[in-house]
């Protein structure tokens, strides 16, 4: 469903089952440097939004996540917004209202990876540093994990002229050094200024992560 920016003050019902709950963050790259903005959480729904039956993704925050412990079988619902920038979300509604869960559903969950339960609050996310993530073992083994994020990219080409900006995706994950399913696929490059690129070599992760052991 595709909404268009004139439609973005509206409110839009949905409602569903959550399939997942992953960290709602949005990295920021300015050739070798990085910041994160820590928004909240990525609800993915599959369920009816508007007329549209079909899978969505709804951003909430911390604070909503605190009260309703969101993880993946609940029943969910309520109205929101379309986000004004799809550019810089990878959810496609926020502005949440209305907002009904219920308990999740009783099942024998596998036991992990994926992780599936209730994900911790952003803090550890922070605390715990992330590692490169393929995005086709992000797609095939790990949207469902707590521990793995999909965040929006906003690249400053050329810190003298900020306005320079380019828009993309990466995939990360939280979760332990010793997961079997992770996989770091390539060095991603960022572009800079006069044709320059920069890559980020494995050592960025390893430094991200170093405090952590194998198991955590």
Same mark, same amino acid.
């Given at each position: 469903?595709?909404?268009? *920016?004139?439609?973005?003050?509206?409110?839009?019902?949905?409602q569903? /089952?959550?399939?997942? +709950?992953?960290?709602?963050?949005?990295?920021? *790259?300015?050739?070798?440097? @990085?910041?994160?903005? &820590?928004l909240g959480?990525?609800?993915?729904?599959?369920?009816?939004?508007? $007329?549209?039956?079909r899978?969505?993704?709804?951003?909430?925050?911390?604070?909503?996540h605190?009260?309703?412990?969101?993880?993946?079988g609940?029943a969910?619902?309520?109205?929101?917004?379309? +986000?004004?920038d799809? @550019?810089?979300?990878t959810v496609?509604?926020?502005?949440? $209202?209305?907002?009904? /869960?219920?308990?999740?559903?009783?099942e024998?969950?596998?036991?992990?990876?994926?992780?599936?339960?209730?994900?911790?609050?952003?803090? /550890?996310?922070?605390?715990?540093?992330?590692r490169?993530?393929a995005?086709?073992?992000?797609?095939?083994? !790990?949207?469902s994990?707590?521990?793995? !994020?999909?965040m929006?990219?906003?690249?400053?080409?050329?810190?003298?002229?900020?306005?320079?900006r380019?828009?993309?995706?990466? #995939?990360?994950? &939280?979760?332990?050094l $010793? !997961? $079997?399913?992770?996989?770091?696929?390539?060095?991603? #490059?960022?572009?800079?200024r006069?044709g320059?690129t920069y #890559?980020?070599?494995d050592?960025?992760?390893d430094?991200?992560?170093s405090?952590r052991r194998?198991?955590e």
């Amino acid at each position: 469903m595709m909404v268009s *920016r004139n439609d973005a003050g509206e409110k839009i019902a949905w409602q569903g /089952v959550l399939l997942s +709950v992953q960290p709602r963050i949005r990295l920021t *790259r300015s050739f070798d440097q @990085r910041s994160h903005s &820590y928004l909240g959480y990525a609800l993915k729904v599959s369920g009816r939004v508007g $007329s549209e039956a079909r899978e969505f993704l709804v951003g909430v925050g911390q604070g909503v996540h605190t009260k309703h412990h969101f993880r993946a079988g609940n029943a969910v619902s309520g109205d929101a917004q379309p +986000v004004p920038d799809a @550019r810089l979300e990878t959810v496609e509604f926020y502005k949440v $209202s209305n907002l009904k /869960v219920g308990p999740p559903e009783d099942e024998d969950e596998a036991p992990p990876p994926p992780w599936r339960g209730v994900p911790p609050p952003l803090a /550890v996310y922070r605390e715990r540093g992330h590692r490169r993530l393929a995005a086709r073992i992000f797609q095939e083994k !790990c949207s469902s994990c707590i521990w793995g !994020c999909r965040m929006p990219v906003e690249m400053i080409i050329d810190q003298w002229n900020p306005s320079r900006r380019r828009y993309r995706t990466e #995939t990360f994950c &939280y979760g332990p050094l $010793s !997961c $079997s399913l992770y996989q770091p696929g390539p060095a991603r #490059t960022v572009p800079g200024r006069r044709g320059m690129t920069y #890559t980020e070599e494995d050592w960025v992760d390893d430094e991200a992560t170093s405090h952590r052991r194998t198991e955590e």
